[in-house]
Nanobody, 124 residues
Framework: QVKLVESGGGLVQAGGSLRLSCAAS????????MAWFRQAPGKEREFVSA????????FYADAVKGRFTVSRDNAKNTVYLQMNSLKPEDTAVYYC?????????????????WGQGTQVTVSS
């Protein structure tokens, strides 16, 4: 069992930055691939970024490529999402997810554990 708790969301102006953190409990974190998804009001949950167990494989959605950076610290059981050059269309609830596999995936169906989400609001 893995419990995930996100933090770091908030209100920021367009062009600003935020760093999301996701703290995980459980002994298997270092062997779990992790991902970030987001869901805006009235829209389906969408993939943002994923990272394999050791950071060797990383994926980004086209919408965030070049602006967002995912990383992880297995010693701290934490995964991060650095978000730069934020746009109003980045406004959403951001969710951290873990899957019982070392390999990163981009489909939400492949993730078994989810955090409660953190709100990111970007004003224009």
């Amino acid at each position: 069992q893995v419990k995930l708790v996100e933090s770091g969301g908030g209100l920021v102006q367009a062009g600003g930055s935020l760093r999301l953190s996701c703290a995980a409990s459980g002994r298997t974190f270092s062997t779990n691939a992790m991902a970030w998804f987001r869901q805006a009001p009235g829209k389906e949950r969408e993939f943002v970024s994923a990272i394999s167990w050791n950071g060797g494989n990383i994926f980004y959605a086209d919408a965030v490529k070049g602006r967002f950076t995912v990383s992880r610290d297995n010693a701290k059981n934490t995964v991060y999402l650095q978000m730069n050059s934020l746009k109003p269309e980045d406004t959403a609830v951001y969710y951290c997810a873990a899957r019982p596999s070392m390999l990163a995936a981009i489909s939400h169906a492949q993730y078994a554990y989810w955090g409660q989400g953190t709100q990111v609001t970007v004003s224009s």
